[in-house]
């Protein structure tokens, strides 16, 4: 914009002077003027740029607490029979494995992605950084919601079970598992409100380079 | 830009005629120079919002069979006992009647959504149209994956079960179910990829607006 602005005021000044009557002191104003707008317009763009950073370190510590919750959770019950020692784990189930990992993938994203959100404070007109951050998060959501409700459907069956497929609620036996495992899934839910709050922080601001 | 640029044009001409000394026909080129500009540009972001409707159609088509095939899934074995009769329907697990709700919001949301598309055709330069499909795309997104992947997690249970928890799995008796609700399934992610690409399209058209 900034660019684009100052090319065209260069152009009519050539004019001007090829003409060989130059007012440069009747631009000089509009010049001072659209300079402020740019200014105040970059001022609101860094503060965009430094909420961002924010909303992305504490979804980095959300996605965090999910994936080390699920990751840390296993069970051991206090009795066992000659033969079985009742014990639940996360990689039980193939679900919550998936969690795990797709926990670790939004974690090492959002690390990858401060980088690009401190160029945003740094250079506020930048346009380039905000459409990869506003892409990328996208993929993130999908990822991340993809894992949090996969996950909560299985903690929904183990703490209600299912009497048409026959399937029995396990939270009876193992009750602090599934406490552990819904914190993890509320965390992951957390880190998705986050996210999409932060495309819509980015889209705004990316509407002010006009 | 349109807007903002041709106040600027009026500023500086009033400034020049303030002075008396106007030289109209030298800011005459320019002006016509930046509107060709501005024509190019209108030009493919008409493009991207045609391209956007037409995704946007594809993606209503896939929601809509993702609700459908789930929501008239049932199947009844052709075998029954004195007191039972087997039967298996889409809404005896809670997880796959939210999968119809969602989609169901989703078709309805892509719906509402296509005269705001329009606008974006006829006026290629308009920014809030774009900005409001930017954020409730990402806002459906998030749903229409949370909706899919919770329904995977039970399609999986169902067609593997699990040995640690002591489900069994239900698809060897309710085949022809099983393989409908994965189709449905599979339709909502084909939605989540064509809303994505959508995303990245508008944020795009929004990055041409400088």
């Known amino acids: 914009m900034e660019k684009s602005e100052s090319t065209k005021i260069d152009v009519v000044e050539t004019n001007k002077e090829r003409k060989g009557k130059a007012p440069l002191l009747g631009t000089a104003p509009v010049v ?35 994936a080390v919750a699920m990751g840390t959770t296993e069970e051991t019950l206090p009795f066992f029979t000659q033969f079985f020692q009742f014990e639940a784990s996360y990689d039980d189930l193939p679900t919550f494995t998936f969690f795990v990992a797709a926990m670790a993938i939004v974690v090492a994203y ?11 404070i740094v250079r506020p007109h930048a346009v380039v950084p905000r459409l990869l951050l506003i892409i990328f998060d996208t993929v993130i959501i999908a990822l ?40 993890a899934v509320v965390a992951a839910f957390v880190t998705v409100v986050i996210l999409i709050f932060l495309v819509v922080l980015s889209a705004s601001a990316l509407r002010r380079h006009r």
Chains 1, 2 share one sequence.
């Open 32 to 66: 001072a003027a659209a300079g402020a707008v740019e200014h105040a317009k970059g001022g609101a763009n860094r503060g965009i740029a430094i909420f961002d950073l924010i909303l992305r370190i504490a979804a980095f510590a959300s996605a965090l607490g999910a």
């Open 110 to 120: 959002l690390v990858l992605s401060v980088p690009f959100s401190i160029v945003c």
């Open 144 to 183: 991340t919601t993809g894992a949090a409700g996969s996950s909560a459907a299985i903690v929904y069956l183990a703490h209600n079970g299912n009497q048409d497929a026959n399937w029995l609620a396990i939270c009876q036996q193992f009750g602090d598992f599934c406490q552990r495992v819904s914190g």
